[in-house]
């Protein structure tokens, strides 16, 4: 673990430190919640570069508008690995446009993300919280589940069942309270070590 807390304190000194400082500003900033919760439905299993992409295409008309259809089809077009899918939950997601008033009234958002929106499990409600400002989320995606059992904080989980997922996550909290930092933060960090990227 001390070698993984010493390369985060080098980026933190970085410019990674400063770009990871604006991102998560974009975060806090971020006024259409909904957007993102597409984003977040796409990224289940795809690449979030491509997810970036298609969400700056579709958060204008396509996430509120097109029928089912011909967002299937935009997906498609675009090489979205689940494109149906994915056109489906987006469509039925649309019930909850005001995702924003209703997050903000929960005590436990991420449980009732879990619980109402289909397609969304811990890993993308986390990413959703997170991206919308909420810093006290872990985002267990592959490359940090890769990079806490490369270096011995975890054993590689063979699934990852909700009771893991928040014994995991205890883990990176007790890695974010040694660099004083957030969840949030620490996850930008981690993704920055193993792709070399700072995305959201």
């Given at each position: ?27 806090k900033n971020n006024k ?58 987006i469509v039925l997601a ?106 959201k």
């Open positions: 673990m001390q070698d993984l807390l010493r390369t985060i304190k080098e980026l933190k000194d970085s410019e990674v430190g400063t770009l990871v400082k604006t991102r998560l500003k974009e975060f259409d919640w909904f957007s993102e919760l597409c984003f977040c439905l796409m990224t289940a299993n795809w690449k979030a570069e491509e997810s970036i992409k298609i969400q700056g295409e579709l958060c204008k008309e396509g996430f509120c508008s097109w029928d089912e259809k011909k967002l299937a089809k935009f997906l498609k077009q675009k090489g979205h690995r689940f494109w149906p899918q994915r056109a489906e939950r649309r019930q909850y446009k005001d995702i924003k008033l209703i997050l903000k009234k929960e005590k436990e958002p991420r449980e009732w993300l879990v619980k109402n929106i289909k397609g969304l499990g811990y890993k993308e409600s986390s990413h959703l919280l997170r991206n919308v400002g909420y810093e006290n989320y872990a985002i267990l995606d592959r490359h940090i589940i890769n990079i806490l059992s490369e270096t011995k904080i975890i054993e590689r989980p063979k699934t990852l069942t909700k009771n893991k997922y928040l014994a995991i996550e205890q883990k990176l909290q007790t890695i974010a309270d040694k660099l004083k930092i957030s969840q949030a933060e620490l996850d930008l960090y981690l993704w920055c070590i193993k792709t070399g990227k700072v995305l």
